[in-house]
């Protein structure tokens, strides 16, 4: 690939930080106004946790740069692993992509309230694919920069919250919305820390686009750490001000939080400025996700776990047919979703269901990947950084999951196992088929002549 078309540390940190805020933060109050302001309990451990596993895949791809990965350092462990690896990092992957759809529809909905409606949002989500995936096909450099930009955009009200938001700060309206659960404190908390994790799902995407950047064993690292540690400061400030803004009920019901704070601060003008802002970031992020959605598919078809066509890319490493068909799988699901929303569901509930489901299918994926570290330099005094940035990231995926409605826990048990049966009938096929070659063409003995 012409390193003219690679990525540099700028437009790296950008990808990091905008595949995590771009769509991360856009509905996040929204959500989280359910649960209180006790949420920030629960960001600050997915802080916690989201930085080791940022320091896991920085030095992951410093020792060992690979395409693809979680898929590619799960692979390390065995093949079983990295078979169920790729199955559920790609499908986390594109199916958590339609969040990013939905949080751009309901942000231009301030200028076209006919994206209220289940059926007009569905169908503008779905042009929205199809425009993002021929982005993706133009090249790395062209999402890249998308992303930066959105990036800058939605900065601008978050920041502004984050910064500004104190002056309109109600510490009593705050404690009013410490637990707006039906929850104890305590499982309110494991409660918020599944939907903050949506917030830094893609801390390992420059380590999957590795094949994208110029200098991947530097630029790599440097980005990861800058783009987690950035999202989260945000994150954290942004979210717990509005928790002092406004009553929890209000922000739950809300379909463009940042306009309405960045409305309250300068008033309602300001509000068609924000989510034109926003919703162009959530789409950037979107059209970034789908690249990393295509590399994981790269890396997954030449380990042998997808079809070679997911593996087929172009002269600048595009994987045309890969984007392609996670289009058309985005569409079909889109589609369902806007035919459940006819039924009475809003896309604030929509949005939650699809960060829990994407969450908990990237938690296996992210555990091999510290499992991964911790096997590849060993556990001794030496490497303790490591030791510990993978052992601390190893029980943030058990909290994580501890967290889970019971039914989603289930289901990611069952899918997670299931895909280990998938894999045993491949192997199987494969061994009939090398015990037929083999049978054809029988190695010469060495005992004759």
């Not at 700028?10 to 106004?33: E, H, K, Q, W």
């Not at 707006?180 to 305590?186: C, K, L, P, V």
């Not at 035919?339 to 604030?348: H, R, T, V």
Request: glycine share 10%; net charge positive; with cysteine.
């Amino acid at each position: 690939m012409a390193s003219s078309k690679k990525i540099g540390l700028i437009a790296c940190t950008g990808i990091v930080a905008g595949n995590m805020m771009g769509s991360g933060i856009a509905l996040l109050p929204a959500n989280l106004a359910k649960i209180g302001s006790i949420a920030l309990f629960g960001w600050l451990i997915t802080l916690i946790g989201a930085m080791s596993l940022a320091y896991v895949f920085a030095r992951l791809t410093t020792r060992d740069p690979q395409v693809g990965g979680p898929i590619a350092y799960a692979g390390r462990l065995g093949p079983a692993f990295g078979f169920q690896t790729a199955v559920l990092y790609y499908h986390a992957n594109w199916i958590g992509n339609l969040a990013d759809c939905l949080a751009g529809v309901a942000y231009l909905s301030v200028f076209f309230p006919a994206l209220n409606h289940p059926i007009p949002a569905g169908i503008a989500s779905i042009v929205i694919i199809w425009i993002m995936a021929l982005v993706n096909m133009m090249g790395g450099n062209w999402v890249s920069r998308l992303t930066t930009l959105g990036l800058i955009l939605v900065l601008v009200p978050v920041i502004g919250t984050a910064v500004a938001g104190w002056h309109w700060f109600d510490p009593a309206l705050y404690q009013a919305n410490w637990n707006t659960s039906t929850q104890t404190d305590g499982k309110a908390v494991m409660h918020s820390i599944l939907i903050c994790l949506w917030a830094f799902v893609g801390v390992e995407s420059a380590a999957v686009s590795s094949g994208l950047v110029k200098n991947p064993q530097r630029t790599v690292p440097i980005a990861t750490m800058l783009g987690t540690a950035l999202a989260g400061v945000v994150y954290i400030l942004a979210t717990q001000v509005m928790s002092g803004m406004f009553p929890a009920d209000v922000m739950a019901k809300t379909g463009a939080p940042f306009a309405a704070s960045t409305s309250l601060m300068v008033g309602s003008w300001a509000a068609p400025v924000v989510s034109a802002f926003t919703a162009f970031a959530c789409l950037a992020a979107l059209g970034s996700w789908m690249m990393l959605v295509g590399q994981a598919g790269v890396r997954a078809a030449r380990d042998g776990n997808f079809p070679k066509i997911y593996g087929e890319v172009d002269s600048h490493g595009v994987p045309r047919k890969g984007i392609i068909l996670s289009a058309i799988k985005m569409t079909l699901l889109m589609a369902f979703m806007t035919f459940m929303s006819s039924k009475g569901s809003n896309s604030s509930d929509i949005f939650g269901e699809l960060i829990g489901i994407a969450v908990l299918l990237t938690m296996l994926p992210y555990f091999y990947s510290c499992v991964a570290l911790i096997r590849m330099e060993g556990a001794s005094l030496r490497n303790i950084v490591s030791v510990m940035a993978a052992t601390l990231g190893c029980i943030f995926c058990f909290i994580a999951l501890s967290g889970a409605e019971n039914i989603k826990l289930t289901a990611t048990f069952i899918i997670s196992l299931s895909i280990l049966m998938f894999y045993a009938r491949k192997q199987g096929e494969h061994e009939k088929a090398y015990a037929v070659q083999l049978k054809k063409n029988p190695p010469p003995d060495d005992r004759l002549g």
